[in-house]
């Protein structure tokens, strides 16, 4: 069955970066895009992108580039966020979420990583 | 940006209620419209994709509805493995874009 299990919850201060993995299994890994979506305390989700996990290509949405890096490593089957320079409203739930068949939008998602910003 | 308003941000409901769930688009968005299910701690789930189509192995109780702007998850004959917060996602253009979500409780 097809599972995406992040790593866990990472505590950060101001200006340090972090990386959240998402490692896939139960499908091939390249056959199916990756997105990543936010969700900020009390606030609903933010999709921040995508990237195709054949070809490696991201497609940032606004406002989620400059800082906000996906990667992958093909060989485990991960999909990686690397948020760098943090600032306290980076504080948020990630989720990584697979991209299903052409025209399904997201068919399974990731159980989501708490970043917390702060001194 | 296609913008959805969800509604209602809360719910209620009695063991045995008919509940809906309204999400409206901004502007035309055909059925590309899903609903998943999300439990506290847990990944979310998909059930209900392409605005009418239950998703495989979901429970026939949930239904979708609807086309272009406006959408509906009804949840029939509710219980209580149905308490979770539910949302709504388009995927008809970039940027996708989420509905704020509705927390569904039992009385």
């Known amino acids: 069955q097809v599972q995406l299990v992040q790593s866990g919850s990472e505590l950060k201060k101001p200006g340090a970066s972090v990386r959240v993995s998402c490692k896939a299994s139960g499908y091939t890994f390249t056959n199916y895009p990756m997105t990543w979506v936010r969700q900020a305390p009390g606030q609903g989700f933010e999709w921040m992108g995508y990237i195709n996990t054949n070809t490696g290509n991201p497609t940032y949405a606004q406002g989620f580039t400059g800082r906000f890096v996906f990667s992958l490593d093909t060989s485990v089957s991960t999909a990686y966020l690397q948020i760098s320079s943090l600032k306290a409203e980076d504080t948020a739930i990630y989720f990584c979420?697979?991209?299903?068949?052409?025209?399904?939008?997201?068919?399974?998602w990731g159980q989501g990583t708490l970043v917390t910003v702060s001194s | 940006e296609t913008t959805l308003t969800q509604s209602p941000a809360f719910l209620s409901a009695t063991p045995g209620d008919i509940v809906h769930i309204s999400c409206k688009a901004s502007q035309d968005i055909d059925d590309d419209m899903n609903w998943y299910q999300q439990k506290p701690g847990e990944a979310a789930i998909f059930i209900i994709q392409e605005a009418t189509t239950l998703v495989p192995g979901i429970p026939p109780r949930f239904s979708g509805s609807g086309f272009g702007t406006d959408f509906t998850l009804t949840i029939n004959d509710i219980d209580s493995e149905d308490v979770a917060y539910y949302f709504c996602l388009q995927h008809d253009s970039f940027p996708w874009t989420f509905g704020q979500g509705t927390k569904v409780e039992l009385k």
């Open positions: 979420a697979r991209v299903g068949e052409v025209a399904t939008g997201v068919d399974y």
